[in-house]
């Protein structure tokens, strides 16, 4: 494919619906050879996308100091990211152009997966930003519909039992990023993100404006999605690619902002559940080989592998990053 489809996913919320097995198969389609897809028919209201961007926009707006006071720490990777502080998560390259603010699934403090499993905790939300927290969560649950009808999709594309992918989201480690990327430079060295592919099951992405997402073809070459304003895109992740066995493709992609403004971003990342195992579930393509990976430990992995100082080593997952 050397374009992204668009599809109407409405009749997903219908099992009767005539049209669900066309869309079912052109979602399979999609993510078989390319691994993005356009979505409209989410009934997602596009003044709640706009909130979003403008909450996004005054989490970014204020001082440096606030910002750096509810910073990332080793121990909680929850809240402001600095600019130019990520790398590729192999420890080459140029530092990204970005600065972000790391959010994760919001759960009762007395559920008891806070026990089971120290990557959950407490979000810090924007002090600064006292409506930032209702915005959110509310896009949030949003996502989270979404990405539910999608992976029931693919349950039934796939010939899987009703429930394999979507019960492993109960509780999950699903996450986002809010970024703000500033223009670069045409003769700047660097990206606001370096090509890579996500480590997660299921990205959604509200189309930004001002452009700057890149895709890789499989002949190499990169093109921009084509996403109705009102629509979202949406990517296939390392975690489905090795739950399908390759049948699914994660695909290489970056942001590159030469547009002379500044552009926001808030992809939505679907992780499942800390103790589900990731392996094949369905025959793997031919030459397909890579280890079960349990969700806890690639997250944990892309956790700390983020700091500059830290490294993969032989018990770090692919986490995505591309090799010549």
């Known amino acids: 494919m050397q374009e992204i489809p668009t599809v109407d996913i409405s009749p997903l919320r219908h099992p009767s619906d005539p049209l669900r097995p066309f869309v079912i ?58 600019l130019g502080f990520f790398a590729p998560n192999d420890g080459t390259g140029t530092a990204d152009r970005y600065e972000g603010y790391k959010l994760h699934h919001e759960i009762s403090p007395d559920a ?37 009808l999608l992976l029931g999709a693919l349950e039934e594309g796939l010939g ?16 986002m990023t809010l970024l703000h990327y500033p223009p670069q430079a045409p003769d700047e060295a660097g990206f606001g993100i370096h090509p890579h592919k996500d480590t997660d099951a299921l990205t959604i992405i509200a189309p930004d404006p001002v452009g700057g997402l890149e895709i890789q073809t499989r ?26 066995g390759g049948q699914l493709v994660s695909t ?23 103790d589900v195992v990731i392996e094949p579930v369905v025959k793997p393509k031919p030459g397909f080989d890579r280890p079960a990976v349990r969700s806890d430990h690639w997250s944990v992995e892309i956790w700390r592998t983020n700091w500059p100082d830290e490294s993969a080593n032989a018990d770090t997952p692919e986490l995505g990053t591309l090799h010549p």
């Open 219 to 244: 002949d190499g070459n990169w093109i921009t999605p084509d996403c109705p304003t009102d629509g979202f895109v949406v990517n296939i992740g390392d975690m489905l690619e090795l739950w399908t």
């Open 160 to 175: 899987l039992a009703d429930g394999l992918f979507r019960d492993a989201f109960v509780n999950p480690l699903t996450n």
């Open 112 to 148: 008891a997966v806070f026990d089971e499993c120290f990557l959950h905790g407490p979000n810090i939300w924007p002090r600064d930003v006292p409506h930032a927290k209702l915005v959110l969560l509310t896009y949030w649950k949003q996502m989270d519909k979404i990405a539910d």
């Open 25 to 82: 198969a052109e979602i399979m389609d999609a993510f078989s050879e390319v691994g993005f897809l356009s979505i409209t028919g989410t009934e997602v209201f596009p003044d709640l996308v706009d909130e979003v961007r403008q909450t996004v926009r005054d989490i970014f707006s204020v001082s440096e100091k606030a910002k750096w006071d509810q910073a990332i720490t080793r121990n909680n990777y929850r809240g402001y990211v600095p």
């Open 252 to 274: 290489p992609h970056r942001v590159v902002n030469l547009s002379g403004r500044e552009r926001y971003s808030f992809p939505y990342f679907a992780v499942p559940r800390y």
